[in-house]
């Protein structure tokens, strides 16, 4: 789908909206989502972070997913200026040095590659307020954009509550792991440790999540405000030999020392339940396993480890775990 054709569908008579899952844990699947609760999630970005009408706006993801989408409509409904760029990923490749927007959204993908490129740095530090979404900012972007001199979000939401409904700083004196949920949403979690999401804007019903997730409340100008940080999933929870380990945990701490692409998965095990898998674009697996082998603990050091092309990502640049696991299971069978 192109700008044009969003704008067709939303200028139509039609109350809904078609967009398209992620598929990050599974297959991809159509949705219809109200126009009108796009329109309230459009209000809840700009009223957070103060946006007016005729500050300008970039759109350089793609338009078949909701944030794309949504990009268009808080536009729209705030009379934002926008710029839409075909989605790429350098983005801000052929954009002039002078520019500047007040509002752009990227995956952090795009950000990493703009940071490498001095030109492509500057224009990105020139984006007022730059939400990054689709995927986690690890450790080692989150250093790189820690002195950024313009205010850079990372995003918690879902196709489900029509792209994000909680932000935090990755930069600057407000930096924090913990994110700021919109006014008129309410976060708690249940007794799996997931999040739980009461958003009646946007959803019919509450939203039970598969992110295992800590809460505190803080006081904000006068009243208590419940933020959230996230864990990691709980269908990314391994259990293997009677241990649980958490699959962002694992790949957080390796991945400052591996240096090529890598994924953390499972498959089945006769003894153990489950076995930790790890996939990489390294050939060099004698050399990944001895890095792991060093710097986990002794339970938690992977099974296998699998050469593979490249990582399984969806469009969006999330890990596709549900190809991951596939990808371990397929090696198994193949296991005399």
Same mark, same amino acid.
């Given at each position: 789908?192109?700008?044009? *054709?969003?704008?067709?569908?939303?200028?139509?008579?039609?109350?809904?909206?078609?967009?398209?899952?992620?598929?990050?844990?599974?297959?991809?699947?159509?949705?219809?989502?109200?126009?009108?609760?796009?329109?309230?999630?459009?209000?809840?970005?700009? *009223?957070?972070?103060?946006?007016?009408?005729?500050?300008?706006?970039?759109?350089?993801?793609?338009?078949?997913?909701?944030?794309?989408?949504?990009?268009?409509?808080?536009?729209?409904?705030?009379?934002?200026?926008?710029?839409?760029?075909?989605?790429?990923?350098?983005?801000?490749?052929?954009?002039?040095?002078?520019?500047?927007?007040?509002?752009?959204? @990227?995956?952090?993908?795009?950000?990493? =590659?703009?940071?490498?490129?001095?030109?492509?740095?500057?224009?990105?530090?020139?984006?007022?307020?730059?939400?990054?979404?689709?995927?986690?900012?690890?450790?080692?972007?989150?250093?790189?954009?820690?002195?950024?001199?313009?205010? !850079?979000?990372?995003?918690?939401? @879902?196709?489900?509550?029509?792209?994000?409904?909680?932000?935090?700083?990755?930069?600057?004196?407000?930096?924090?792991?913990?994110? @700021?949920?919109?006014?008129?949403?309410?976060?708690?979690?249940?007794? =799996?440790?997931?999040? !739980?999401?009461?958003?009646?804007?946007?959803?019919?019903?509450?939203?039970?999540?598969?992110?295992?997730?800590?809460?505190?409340?803080?006081?904000?100008?006068?009243?208590?405000?419940?933020?959230?940080?996230?864990?990691?999933?709980?269908? =990314?929870?391994?259990?293997?030999?009677?241990?649980?380990?958490?699959?962002?945990?694992?790949?957080?701490?390796?991945?400052?020392?591996?240096?090529?692409?890598?994924?953390?998965?499972?498959?089945?095990?006769?003894?153990?339940?489950?076995?930790? !898998?790890?996939?990489?674009?390294?050939?060099?697996?004698?050399?990944?396993?001895?890095?792991?082998?060093?710097?986990?603990?002794?339970?938690?050091?992977?099974?296998?480890?699998?050469? !593979?092309?490249?990582?399984?990502?969806?469009?969006?640049?999330?890990?596709?775990?549900?190809?991951?696991?596939?990808?371990?299971?397929?090696?198994?069978?193949?296991?005399?």
């Amino acid at each position: 789908m192109v700008l044009e *054709d969003f704008l067709r569908e939303w200028n139509s008579d039609d109350p809904y909206v078609r967009v398209t899952t992620s598929g990050s844990t599974g297959t991809p699947k159509e949705m219809l989502v109200r126009k009108d609760r796009m329109i309230e999630s459009a209000r809840m970005t700009c *009223d957070f972070l103060r946006l007016r009408p005729s500050d300008t706006a970039l759109l350089c993801l793609s338009v078949d997913y909701i944030a794309g989408k949504m990009m268009v409509v808080r536009s729209l409904h705030r009379h934002l200026r926008l710029t839409a760029l075909p989605p790429s990923g350098h983005p801000l490749a052929s954009l002039p040095d002078d520019c500047r927007f007040d509002l752009a959204a @990227m995956v952090p993908l795009q950000v990493a =590659n703009s940071l490498d490129i001095p030109d492509e740095r500057l224009r990105l530090f020139r984006i007022r307020h730059l939400i990054i979404g689709g995927g986690p900012v690890d450790d080692a972007l989150a250093d790189a954009l820690r002195d950024a001199p313009n205010a !850079v979000w990372s995003s918690y939401g @879902m196709t489900e509550t029509l792209s994000h409904i909680a932000l935090r700083r990755v930069n600057g004196p407000q930096r924090s792991d913990w994110y @700021m949920p919109f006014d008129g949403i309410s976060v708690h979690t249940d007794r =799996n440790q997931c999040l !739980v999401i009461d958003a009646p804007q946007l959803c019919d019903t509450r939203l039970v999540t598969n992110d295992r997730a800590e809460l505190r409340t803080i006081q904000s100008d006068g009243h208590p405000l419940c933020q959230f940080r996230i864990l990691g999933r709980r269908d =990314n929870v391994i259990c293997s030999g009677g241990m649980k380990f958490q699959i962002e945990e694992l790949e957080a701490r390796l991945r400052p020392l591996l240096h090529a692409p890598f994924l953390i998965t499972s498959s089945h095990d006769s003894r153990l339940g489950e076995a930790i !898998v790890l996939l990489t674009e390294s050939p060099d697996l004698d050399a990944v396993r001895l890095v792991c082998s060093r710097s986990l603990q002794r339970f938690a050091v992977p099974r296998r480890f699998i050469h !593979v092309a490249h990582i399984p990502l969806t469009p969006t640049g999330k890990p596709a775990r549900a190809e991951a696991r596939r990808i371990a299971h397929s090696d198994l069978q193949k296991k005399p």
